[in-house]
């Protein structure tokens, strides 16, 4: 692995199901990201960790819950899907307040 | 409330120079990022500012005035593989980011 990878690169989904989005990073950041990148929008921050085992809402955590047991690994999940999370969400992973990398992405579309 | 604003497309001339404005309204400041987004791929880094002034990175230079909320970014001898989307994100006193819709740069022949 060499930066961050995110999975799966793109999925359909019918709503009400359950989904989890995978992220993992080895670059040994402290602080993790997860966002939200619609079309016309600036990427929205739904969940962050600043160091493993602590969580954060973002802007729009409604519907999606973060874990972070350790380091490397900070999944995303939809509880119940429904068709306003379908986006492209990407997962960034930062040291203290330098630049955020970011993974190649996620592209959810719910039905 | 916080916002980020920037234009939603600019076209420019390949060889040419072109400036990409971005003006933002957060509660504190603890710098400035510009991120290039080609389509269909990550954001990836392009310069910070916190102090006022101008930072130079090869063909790219971003511009900072904390006082006017305003910073630019500055792209000389465009190449057609500039044709992309640039964010400018603020970070603020809770130190996360505050993102702006992006502007598409569209680099003629």
């Known amino acids: 692995i060499a930066g961050i990878t995110q999975a799966p690169t793109s999925q359909i989904l019918a709503a009400g199901r359950r989904m989890t989005l995978r992220c993992t990073q080895d670059?040994?950041?402290?602080?993790m990201y997860w966002y939200r990148q619609d079309l016309g929008l600036g990427l929205r921050l739904i969940h962050y960790?600043?160091?493993?085992?602590?969580?954060g809402k973002g802007e729009v955590p409604d519907g999606y819950s973060v874990s972070r047991a350790n380091t490397d690994d900070f999944p995303l999940t939809l509880a119940s899907a429904v068709p306003s999370q379908t986006s492209v969400y990407f997962c960034?992973?930062?040291?203290?307040?330098?630049?955020?990398?970011f993974g190649p992405g996620t592209r959810l579309t719910v039905l | 409330g916080q916002n980020i604003d920037q234009p939603t497309e600019m076209t420019a001339t390949e060889g040419a120079i072109v400036q990409i404005n971005c003006t933002y309204q957060?509660?504190?400041?603890?710098?400035l990022f510009w991120y290039q987004q080609h389509a269909g791929e990550a954001p990836t880094f392009l310069s910070y500012?916190?102090l006022d002034g101008l930072e130079e990175k090869g063909r790219f230079s971003s511009f900072l005035s904390r006082s006017k909320g305003y910073s630019y970014l500055l792209l000389k001898e465009l190449q057609m593989k500039d044709s992309a989307s640039y964010l400018c994100?603020?970070?603020?006193?809770?130190?996360?980011?505050?993102w702006g819709a992006g502007t598409k740069l569209i680099i003629k022949p």
């Open positions: 957060t509660s504190g400041f603890n710098g």
């Open positions: 960790s600043n160091t493993a085992g602590t969580t």
């Open positions: 670059m040994r950041h402290n602080a």
């Open positions: 994100a603020v970070m603020d006193s809770n130190y996360q980011l505050i």
């Open positions: 500012n916190v």
């Open positions: 960034a992973s930062s040291d203290s307040i330098n630049e955020q990398f």
